[in-house]
T-cell receptor
Framework: DVKVTQSSRYLVKRTGEKVFLECVQDMDHENMFWYRQDPGLGLRLIYFSYDVKMKEKGDIPEGYSVSREKKERFSLILESASTNQTSMYLC??????????????FGQGTRLTVV | AQSVTQLDSQVPVFEEAPVELRCNYSSSVSVYLFWYVQYPNQGLQLLLKYLSGSTLVESINGFEAEFNKSQTSFHLRKPSVHISDTAEYFCAVSRNQFYFGTGTSLTVIP
């Protein structure tokens, strides 16, 4: 089974802190994604990556950055956390797009609270 | 660009009654279609998918969805719901990215 693991289920951080959310997948997927989920807004794409050291902005990249130094790991960074970044963060991975997009596999999510 | 519309944000239904969760999408090109389910404080799990072939797809727990190209819809149905089906359901399409609807909260009432 594909496994996508997010390093934390719950996090509480203070305003202004630098926050790292880590995601690891074990199925050699090329594509990885970071979403945030808020009530009534569904899932919104923050960043995605099709390959190592490659990244592309999604719909709401402001206030975030990402890092993909290894194929299996995709990190989301909040440079200076703010209260409006309190949310559920979901990481996902999928097979290479040139071979056809199959489903996205999701981690368990990280519920981040910024105080 | 693709967009996904889930027409109902909340659907309450009595146990053993049928249910339909509606999903429409807009796309000028062929896409893949998915339904995901999310239980409280968990990530999303794939319920079923349409990639090609038969327009009616089924899941192992009794849900089915039908791809209707002319109406650009992919509605999810179950003939008889259980309490355990209470969850959030997301419709999604993919081309180069995944685009999700805003979700439908299904509540099954005993």
């Amino acid at each position: 089974d594909v496994k996508v693991t997010q390093s934390s289920r719950y996090l509480v951080k203070r305003t202004g802190e630098k926050v790292f959310l880590e995601c690891v997948q074990d199925m050699d997927h090329e594509n990885m994604f970071w979403y945030r989920q808020d009530p009534g807004l569904g899932l919104r794409l923050i960043y995605f990556s099709y390959d190592v050291k490659m990244k592309e902005k999604g719909d709401i990249p402001e206030g975030y950055s990402v890092s993909r130094e290894k194929k299996e790991r995709f990190s989301l960074i909040l440079e200076s956390a703010s209260t409006n970044q309190t949310s559920m963060y979901l990481c996902a991975s999928s097979l290479d797009r040139d071979r056809g997009h199959t489903e996205a596999f999701f981690g368990q999510g990280t519920r981040l609270t910024v105080v | 660009a693709q967009s996904v519309t889930q027409l109902d944000s909340q659907v309450p239904v009595f146990e053993e009654a049928p249910v339909e969760l509606r999903c429409n999408y807009s796309s000028s090109v062929s896409v893949y279609l998915f339904w995901y389910v999310q239980y409280p404080n968990q990530g999303l799990q794939l319920l079923l998918k349409y990639l090609s072939g038969s327009t009616l797809v089924e899941s192992i727990n009794g849900f089915e969805a039908e791809f209707n190209k002319s109406q650009t819809s992919f509605h999810l149905r179950k003939p008889s719901v259980h309490i355990s089906d209470t969850a959030e359901y997301f419709c999604a399409v993919s081309r180069n990215q995944f685009y999700f609807g805003t979700g439908t909260s299904l509540t099954v009432i005993p």
